[in-house]
């Protein structure tokens, strides 16, 4: 089983939902939460981070971390063409991010 | 000013063959970091370098691969006698320290290897 777990997607939706992004984890020492956002034939870029639980917001994103679950979601509002792309949870025991564990990804495609 | 560079782009080698992927990180960096994605799946971490030396390397696969950073910027990844199952994107990224939000790390567009 895999420390990280995200469903890979694709989901389709159309311009102005609300997108919803989760990641499921099994390692109770991982205190950074992230966000990133890939899109085809490019890196990772990061959207969001958190440390420990409770939520984060920054723009149309909002991150939610709940350790007791060890779930985290990412909420798009507004979604947009231009957020099509691939959305990876990352995350790592250790501060400064050094050593980051993903989830495979999940595909977003926003439709016009 | 200029973000991670990776070369090449693309590589496609034969079974066996040596290959070297060049990392140039952003200037002033000082943390290096190499990760392998294969095809739909998330990266997974394969060494990390502070400054010169490599601070973590409980990723790298096997002693085929080998990473280096000599001067503390620029870095190689090395791998030898390459297998198909070594075809992945191959992405580097650098921080420009290792605490708090200096921890962020910003990746290059990685290179790609295709083993034959």
């Known amino acids: 089983q895999k420390e990280v777990e995200q469903d890979p997607g694709p989901l389709s939706v159309p311009e102005g939902a609300i997108v919803s992004l989760n990641c499921t984890y099994s390692?109770?020492?991982?205190?950074?939460f992230m966000w990133y956002r890939q899109y085809s034939r490019k890196g990772p870029e990061l959207l969001m981070y958190t440390y420990s639980s409770g939520n984060k917001e920054d723009g149309r994103f909002t991150a939610q971390v709940d350790k007791s679950s060890k779930y985290i979601s990412l909420f798009i509002r507004d979604s947009q063409p231009s957020d099509s792309a691939t959305y990876l949870c990352a995350m790592t025991r250790d501060t400064g991010f050094q050593k980051l564990v993903f989830g495979t990804g999940t595909r977003l495609l926003v439709s016009p | 000013g200029a973000g991670v560079s990776q070369t090449p782009s693309n590589k496609v080698t034969e079974k066996g063959k040596y290959v070297e992927l060049r990392c140039d990180p952003i200037?002033?960096?000082?943390?290096l970091y190499w990760y392998r994605q294969s095809l739909g799946q998330g990266p997974e971490f394969l060494i990390y370098f502070q400054g010169t030396g490599a601070a973590d390397d409980s990723g790298l696969p096997n002693d085929r691969f080998f990473a280096v950073r000599p001067e503390g910027s620029v870095s190689t990844l090395k791998i030898q006698r390459t297998e198909r199952g070594d075809s992945a994107v191959y992405l580097c990224a650098s921080s420009l320290g290792t605490s708090g939000s200096q921890g962020e790390q910003f990746f290059g567009p990685g290179t790609r290897l295709t083993v034959l």
């Open positions: 390692n109770s020492a991982f205190q950074y």
């Open positions: 200037s002033g960096h000082t943390a």
